[in-house]
Every structure is written in structure tokens, then in C-alpha cells.
């Protein structure tokens, strides 16, 4: 398993076109292109040294061409590489190499269809016959979808013009010798008669069609990638527009929210004992240990994390859509926190000044109503009333749970309610030795 997954990233390393790239940034993905395409190429020189070196056995006057290929392999491999890793982030440059790697493809791919057309061997019947040579013909198709993944519609377009112009002339001189033919040491007109007649035109034609509608349909589908890419790129940037203004729009946000709502030196200390009190209750209620610290960690979440959005030190966009989208949900979370603390102050402070209307109750009791946020309030309101405030006094313990019993139970669970006061003694000890 692991032996194929090494394999499986060796092949996405060295032929994947989207290899951490961003497809938004021309250069980059042109780039990287440029390396999948300079691979192919050091692979397919591979193949035809290959080629050559099995042709040559037999054939000495063609073992100075074998040798040659080898280091014309390894010296045009390793020029497209310097020029490619020169200068990564430069566009013209990454257009130059571009161009000389589609120029040598097809080159290459004429120079073996030439040596495979030209290679040949007698039969028994004492006629002589080329060897491999639609082999040779089917390189040059493969030079053209090689061509074809840079999904350049403009180049593909120049390129078919001079490929369909090449091959008729290699079909001309040198697959059907028809200047060597017998009949065209003939007139003109009876040159033209016979060729048009002749075998050698029709197989001519049948190939130059059947070459025009395979660059036709590879336009195609080289125009439709490229228009996908197109769309897919303008997508992304309209992502990452909204992305910088929902982030601009957070952060201004999150600045008003949470700068708004500074918390006092006295209030700093109390969270503690709040946080010590609701894994103590939530305990008492029957949670698990992870469930209490996690109502423990909430209660004290607004001042243990802060919300940091800035995106500058990350290149990657993926991580910064990743951090963003954690941050916000950190900081909706730190809202909601401050929220459950402006609701303990509305609460006693409605009811210390006498504005604890019935819609005011219905309406506070509905924020944050889960057990969780209800335990996290109790605590929150019992430390409170005993501890001063500029709209009241402290009060007693005994005045407290006197108070909470008589005015604030309606906002709580009888179970979580009844909990808390039957383990009043607890609280008023971790008050206490705080």
C-alpha cells in the first residue's frame, strides 16, 4: 500500500499539471506546464533512442545517429531545464520554452518518422519494404496531443498550418517518391491525369483528411479547455474578491464587537472562578469529563483565544480560505460568548432597576437557551449578585440564592436549576476561597 501510494505522488510529481499551483496566476500555471511537458519530452527522447538503437543492429552506417541522440537527449532536456528554472515568475520566459519544446517535439517526431520510413528490409519475395514506418506516421500524432496540453488554441492553430504543409511534402518525397514515379517524368498534363488516378493520391487524401479532422476536433477540445480554464480562473478570482471583502468586512466587524466589549480587571479574575464553577456544575448534572471541559473552556473562550485575521504571511490560498473560515467561526463563537455575558448583566440589571417587562423576559430567556449556555449563565449570575456593580450592591450568599429562587428562576431548567441549589454549599466554598 505504501509502495503504491510512492508511485502514485512520483507520477502526480512528475506529470501532474495542477501540482499546488494557482490557476489564477497565468505564469505559474504556464510554468508548470512547461516542467509536466519537458518530462514528456525527456521520456519520449528516451523512447526514441530506443527506437533507433534497435533499428541501427544490422545497419552499421547508422550507429553514428544512435550515439548522437543520446547526448542531443541529455542536452536538450537540461536546456529546457535551465530555461525553465531560470526564472520562474517571468511569463516571457516560460513562453519561450513553450515554444521550443513544442518546436522540438515535432521535430523529433519528423526526424524518427524520416529514419523509420527510410529503414527498410528485403522480404523472401525479393521486394523491399519499409519497416515501422506507420509507427513513424503515428509519432507525429503524438508530437500533436503532446502540442496539445499546453491548451493553447492560438499555438495549436499555427502549428496544424505548418504540420499539415510538412506532412503533404513528406508524403510527396518521401512516403510515395512521387517525383520518382515513372509517370512523372511525364507532361504536365499527363503528370496531372495519372497522379490524380493514381493509388499513391487517393492514400494521400485519405491521410491529409484524416490529419485536418484530427486537428479539428483537437482544437476542440483544446478551445473547450481552455474555456473551462478560463471559467474556473475567473470563478476563483471572483472567490477570492469576496473572500478579501467578507474578510475586510469580518475584521471591521470583529473590531467594533469585540473591542466594544472590554472586559474589566475584576471581571478578568472572576472568569476563572465562572470557569472552575461550570465544569463543577456540569459534573454535578451528570456530564462526561469531556463535555465538562468543554462548557469550561466556553466559559472562558472571550479571553483565552482571539480572533486573528490576518491572511499576509500565507501564500496559499486554500490555507488562507482555511484559516479564514476558522477564525470567523472562532469569532462567532467569542460573540456568542459575549453574548451570554451581556445577558447575566440584562438580566439582574432589568431586574435591580425595574424595567424586567414580560416581553423583555420572553424574549432574553429565548438567547442561548441550551443546558450548556444555561449552566455557563447560573454560575455567571450567582458570582454576579455577590459581587459589586455600579447599578447594585454585593450581596450575601444567602441573599443570593434567596434572589435566585424567587426572580431568576424562570430563566433556567428546573433540573439545572434544582442542581444548583441543592449543591449550593459548593459554590458558595469556591466562592469563598477565591
Known sequence: MFKKHRISKLFDDTFGFEKNIDISDDCAVLYRRNIVIKNIIFLSNLIYSFILTVLSFGESSNWV?????????????????????TNSKELFRQQIAMYISCFYMFLSAILIYFRLQTGSQTLSDGTVKAVFSETGYILIYYALVVVSLYQDPKMLKQVSKWVVAIVTVLHFTLTYDILGADYASSDLKTFIVKFFSSQEFKDILLRTVFLVLYLVVLYAIVSIGQYMQEERKKELLKRKKVQDDFTNVVRDMFDVTLKGNQISDDEKSQVELLSNMSNRLSS??????QKCMEISDYSQVHLTKQVDLDLSTIEDKDMQFEKLREQTNLGNIIIKRLELRRKCEDII???????????????TKSIQNDKSSQIILICDMYISLRSPRNYK????????????SSVYSYYFD??????????????EDLYNNY
Do not use: C
Not at 543520446?70 to 532536456?77: R, S
Not at 454535578?284 to 469529563?289: E, F, K, L, R, W
Open 65 to 85: 545517429l544512435t550515439i548522437i541522440s543520446y547526448p542531443v537527449t541529455f542536452l536538450v532536456n537540461n536546456t529546457l531545464k535551465k530555461m525553465i528554472h
Open 284 to 289: 454535578i448534572i451528570g456530564y462526561s469529563p
Open 414 to 427: 428546573n433540573e439545572i436549576f434544582d442542581r444548583f441549589i441543592k449543591f449550593a454549599s459548593d459554590f
Open 349 to 363: 440589571r432589568a431586574h435591580e432597576e425595574g424595567w424586567n417587562t414580560q416581553a423583555f423576559m420572553e424574549k
Open 393 to 404: 450592591r454585593p450581596w450575601s450568599h444567602s441573599k443570593t440564592m434567596e434572589l435566585l
